[in-house]
């Protein structure tokens, strides 16, 4: 079974993620291990387009688990999309004698990669793929965890922190945005590390009166004179909600966009970690003759799970710490 | 039911750790938030016997979550060990009308707490105690995660990337200590984090030869010129270990002991979030009606567990990383 | 001579800076040293009007140094720049007993400081004033180097690091803009240290062509796929410079404002340090019997200039760093 | 004038630090910029023994800004300090054609530099040598400023901040050692930046009695509960210290030696921006036809002195720093 592996190739795409070097390592280091070839696909699906790729030996990966950003590049590749594209990434895949490719990324990262190893099927070539999930947004529906989020957390985190040194001194009320187009689960989680006065998120209808105005009078009235109202990008603008502030409340907010800040640095402790775990279990999955796949964390555990049935999950939103940070402000839940 | 629960108690004990002033927090505004009172104990169990304690209000308790330490301050008690010390503990709960405590800190602290619970039913006085675990140990039987052990991560990731800086400019060996006197968890865990050529766990009996002569051999011939050897303090000493290196291969290890430093900082996103959900998950068993327990994570899950029973429980060592970390080092597992 | 100060006043005025906190302790912990009393007025000089202060004991400064913002608060105060005001505000000085203020802040909490000080020589009542600058924009044309700017600079190069870890990976384009309403000392320090493609500072008229379009060209010729363009403040909306490089060039840039964090965080060493040696300095100022000054440093040491002197000095913006900064980007000087 | 310099080499010598690689940066981005090539020589002066070098263009230095230690890798040559070894070395110099180099390094770095360049001149062959300073000590006589002096100082604040959590909530003494075997600079300058409660220092002799004993006691005395004593390696070893402190105050200090984290990490926004302009003037020092030199910060500017006379320069210690800090400790000077 493990000889049918001889060589694979490995490529991140989508937005990119600290920790998405660390997984990368981890694939070309255990691929060596298992006496596989790796090969790095440069520039996302667009280098098997292309034919941007790069031998990757044990060494070509050294001093990189440290970084953020991703050595292979990444980028969106909307010819992948098409067929024709696909039809031009797969002379690539044949002509490298690829028999398994590993993309680490988000959602549409994987579809891709279904749709490049059916076709494949189709014209009689197997090709293997396995998915590792990296994204900040945390918001892939078959994982509970993606590479990437811890740190995006601890950056926002660091952030609002110093941002709270000069609201304080300043009594000011700052309203800050975060990244989460469609997801909340950032904002929330920052939101709750930070001790914020109000958190906006995407998955909840924001009643402003009672979600900001009340928040920050009842804390007002606790004696507080700052206030830390965090916005998922998803769920409003920083800008307009603190024009809102000033209207209803008379404050005069400072507004901070942390944007793509949230994206780079050093990947923490945990994202270096699992992602070290995900792309170890990557290669063995392929190693172990197993379909399609992606490697997801569940019930704290990682684990491989079936590509086609992992694209269906849906993650299911911790509506509950919501609950849990209304209790902790001082305007707290059961006084509304 | 709920009303059974009027005031309550919170103390740290045992070591700190990055995180408890975010769980005293979340259990203070919780508790406000229920209409319960809470005391303030401080300096572990030493406070109950010498009456040692503050009320806290929900602002005495804003602007903590961001530091490290506990404003509770902590402390060992050898006196609370003994059925005297506890009588004068209670003797204080009974004079302040506690209904319940929340001890945050390792099984020492959770077997003392269950102590004095079994001491105030023997006279007739309901004392319900629930525990919190912290410790950068993360060598807790009941819970898959501990607080401060991300932030001691974080922390000791942090300072080995800055040692392999230099350790690479000079082409140099390097030895560094973390703590874990009975458990690699952390050692483990950053040796992950930062690509160390070997790391030495407790759990695992260390073959010099194999485990470090061996393994930096195979760096060396894989072309690195630097190596990095990370050892859990309860595996052997730093300076011992750099000694040996030294008189096997010749070479000049520098030695480091992380020590303290590890214990502090402001406490990571996760430790923060993890510690406010314990802390909320904590007051809410005691308003529940529940009897003592832990509040545990297991699964990926916040629960409470039974206390005699949670103190049962085991921790398995997840060996399994020991052997990714043999694979992604240069030296590489099948080439032993 | 020096038992004309018996108590002395200190504030923090105008916008909050990192640093500020270890100033406010030095000044309190030498006029301790020396016997003097202290007392903290807050929110600036409205403190003054409004008898919003606190006696400030050697203690009541432990564990500040390390924090950002300022215990004392701050504010602008449209009132004290009116005679009426100001004479609040002797009334308050008059009724402590006050014999000197320490005003930590900028040149327009100087100027208000002065003006106070000559009403109260005016009035017969002998009040001194020493000024210490602290302000991230290090703009103070009196002294080399004002406390926060350190800080302010590593926290601004520490998120464009971040920033170029994603631009790097996704080959874009970043424009990022920095304090600096009126001053470029910021944006051209930390241009400087994160190796900027081009800068852009109030101090210098910008040609678009010459200093943005032919630097991102030369810099892709040279073989660079990503740009980090540096923007003060006072030298234009890095929303529309972006704009107007996507116009030119047909790039993508992504925006970042870095905003209010650059005010918070802990102080750097450097800014602790001297802060330190500047409160240390305004007291002994005080004491020596000197007339109104402001602590400034000069030629690389710390020196009490007059304050009327002090305030007619204008600060020569160092503009040969500014070619030190083209010769060292890829675009290079000579080539142009 | 300008063209008598066609190619010169760059080197890192001695012990490495935060801010050689934005040096190095400099030297090769100067010298592209006014037409010289530039080599860099690998592993300080055994580079030119053994003829290990390479060629660097402008690209060869993009992204280093940021990093710790040195791309050139750096050591010490008992080799080059023989009169053989730098024949070999200027062997090297002929071949490469070399009319200059820029040596990155401390005073020992320099002599060498020195004694090459005349056994060079003695030869007929006119090789001019330019020295940068870098140390982390900060003890280099003819420079007020050394590179990397600030990140190790950042550092060792940062690691003594998160020491100071735990000792609070432990309410214990510690003792922490920080680089610096013959000089106290960095001692001094974070125990400023820490207000820690005795710093010990080789310029000054410890009277234990006075300057720890009496300190410790009058903290307590006034109200504190945790010490922080910060000691240079030159002054004595923590560890003694530490015994000291418990046999004659009873107290369980715990001990901590910083040791080589002092010297990585990425430089802080001064190392970097010195760096630069420090490179920067090496090189048009070379190109300016200036005889041998060091870059110096000398009154708060960047100087080019000859070096022969710099080499002569002393430090003088700024011991008025060190009543700065007794003043501002809680023990306070008048107080003995």
Chains 1, 2, 3, 4 share one sequence.
Request: aromatic share 4%; glycine share 12%.
């Amino acid at each position: 079974m493990e000889n049918q592996i001889h060589r694979i190739g490995v490529l991140t795409s989508g937005g990119d993620a600290p920790g998405m070097n660390a997984a990368v390592r981890a694939v070309v280091r255990t691929a060596q291990d298992c006496g596989i070839e790796c090969v790095g696909i440069r520039r996302g699906w667009n280098g098997l387009i292309t034919s941007d790729f790069v031998q990757l030996g044990a060494t070509s990966v050294s001093h990189i688990i440290d970084k953020g950003g991703t050595i292979l590049y990444t980028a969106r590749s909307e010819e992948f999309m098409t067929e024709a594209g696909r039809d031009k990434a797969l002379s690539t895949c044949r002509l490298l004698g690829l028999d398994g490719i590993v993309a680490i990324g988000g959602d549409g990262t994987f579809r891709g990669a279904l749709a490049l190893s059916r076709q494949a099927a189709a014209a009689g070539y197997g090709l293997r793929v396995v998915g590792i999930p990296a994204t900040i947004d945390n918001d892939i529906g078959c994982s509970h965890y993606t590479i990437g989020f811890d740190t995006a957390c601890n950056t926002a985190v660091e952030c609002i922190d110093k941002l709270r040194d000069t609201m304080q001194s300043h009594e000011r009320c700052s309203v800050v945005e975060v990244m989460g187009r469609h997801a909340g689960h950032l904002a929330l989680y920052v939101g709750l590390a930070v001790g914020a006065t109000a958190v906006l998120i995407p998955e909840r209808q924001v009643d402003f009166d009672q979600d900001i105005v009340e928040k920050i009078r009842q804390a007002r009235l606790a004696g507080t004179t700052h206030y830390m109202v965090v916005v998922a990008e998803g769920a409003g603008s920083a800008a307009d909600i603190g024009k809102r502030i000033h209207e209803e409340l008379g404050l005069d907010p400072r507004v901070t966009v942390l944007g793509h800040i949230q994206r780079g640095g050093s990947p923490s402790a945990r994202d270096r970690e699992t992602a070290s775990r995900m792309g170890y279990k990557a290669v063995m999955a392929l190693v172990s003759g197993q379909g399609n796949c992606i490697i997801a964390t569940q019930d704290g555990r990682i684990v491989d799970l079936d590509m086609e049935e992992a694209l269906q999950m849906k993650k299911s939103f911790p509506m509950e710490r919501y609950q849990i940070l209304e209790a902790l402000t001082l305007s707290g839940s059961h006084r509304r």
